[in-house]
């Protein structure tokens, strides 16, 4: 019954006549390894669902203690099969790209595409421009043209300064600072909502995934 109850969160913890069994006397009929198994899962599902964290490797999917994971890191390292994971997704790690899934960073390029800011090609640095000319020198050392954003004069810009305006300006009807930030408020309130549900989309997959690498055990 234990072992049934493993592979499936909605049978755990075991229970007899909707009764939940003490885990003391279910620990004792188990071997050292199934031990091992049942307080792994304890673990796993008394973790919220939108904080646990799955191996992306289709090998692997085995739940990752919280413990084991660096939350200031960008990605994330499997501790049973070392997979590469982003910290933001979860899911395979980008390499040297930006994760599709980043939000947060998505909702600031579309605000700065908004302001006519521009970006690094380097380093993604994002710069607004005062005054001056189109030339730009990234904290990084890259050189770029501030109007369209390629490595500096290997455009076809003018360098007058005078290419790159607020789109939302260009007719007179731009935004205010306090229009800006309420929509940015409320695109960072809708992509959070999104994230949520995506990560809970992926919990939920990574979790039938789990059952089925459980059951092949057994």
């Not at 040297?96 to 908004?114: K, N, R, V, Y």
Request: proline share 5%; with cysteine; aromatic share 8%.
């Amino acid at each position: 019954m234990a072992l049934v109850a493993v592979t499936d969160e909605q049978l755990f913890p075991p229970k007899c006549c909707a009764k939940e069994i003490p885990q003391e006397t279910v620990v004792s009929k188990l071997r050292r390894k199934e031990k091992a198994l049942y307080a792994y899962k304890l673990q796993e599902y008394a973790t919220p669902k939108a904080e646990r964290r799955y191996c992306p490797a289709l090998g692997c999917g085995r739940w990752i203690p919280l413990d084991k994971l660096n939350s200031s890191s960008p990605t994330q390292n499997c501790p049973y099969c070392n997979t590469a994971i982003c910290s933001c997704c979860h899911n395979a790690a980008h390499g040297s790209q930006e994760c599709p899934f980043d939000h947060g960073l998505t909702a600031f390029i579309e605000l700065a595409q908004m302001e006519g800011w521009q970006r690094c090609y380097n380093c993604g640095e994002v710069v607004e421009r005062e005054s001056g000319c189109d030339h730009i020198v990234c904290r990084c050392g890259a050189q770029f043209c501030y109007n369209c954003g390629k490595p500096w004069i290997t455009c076809c810009c003018s360098g007058s300064g005078k290419g790159r305006t607020r789109p939302f300006q260009a007719d007179g009807n731009g935004l205010t600072v306090e229009e800006i930030a309420e929509l940015s408020v409320m695109v960072t309130a809708v992509v959070h909502a999104e994230r949520e549900l995506e990560i809970e989309r992926l919990a939920n997959e990574r979790q039938k995934h789990q059952t089925g690498w459980l059951n092949g055990r057994f």
